[in-house]
């Protein structure tokens, strides 16, 4: 993905919060960080960007990926629901993602 709005529009087509709430917003919390704190890369200034429903289609629009484009997403078996939730989000962005289910 050389087209660095194709890559912002396949970012931006997660939901996190939604996919927070299908794990279990007791135990995990979202963060606003791509990486920990203890790990070499991290920027405190850095703004992660939040999801807005059309932003991602959008996007693609603007790269010229109108119709959207498709991505293959490899999952572990034992996560096939949450797969679900993610094509799903990724299906209303015009991003089809193609998932794959890995067997253990």
């Known amino acids: ?5 194709i890559r912002q ?22 963060t606003d960080q791509p990486v920990p704190s203890s790990i070499g890369g991290y920027d405190a200034e850095y703004i992660y960007p939040t999801f807005s ?3 991602s289609a959008q996007l693609l629009k603007e790269a ?6 498709s991505l293959d997403i ?11 939730v ?11 993602g193609n998932t794959h289910l890995l067997n253990d």
């Open 64 to 69: 010229e990926y109108e119709n959207g484009i």
């Open 53 to 55: 429903e059309g932003t």
């Open 9 to 30: 529009a396949a970012a931006l087509a997660l939901d996190r919060q939604l996919l927070l709430d299908f794990v279990d917003s007791d135990h995990v919390h979202l």
């Open 86 to 96: 993610i094509q799903r989000t990724m299906k209303k962005e015009k991003i089809l």
């Open 74 to 84: 490899a999952f572990a078996s034992d996560l096939q629901s949450f797969a679900s």
């Open 1 to 5: 993905m050389h087209n660095q709005k």
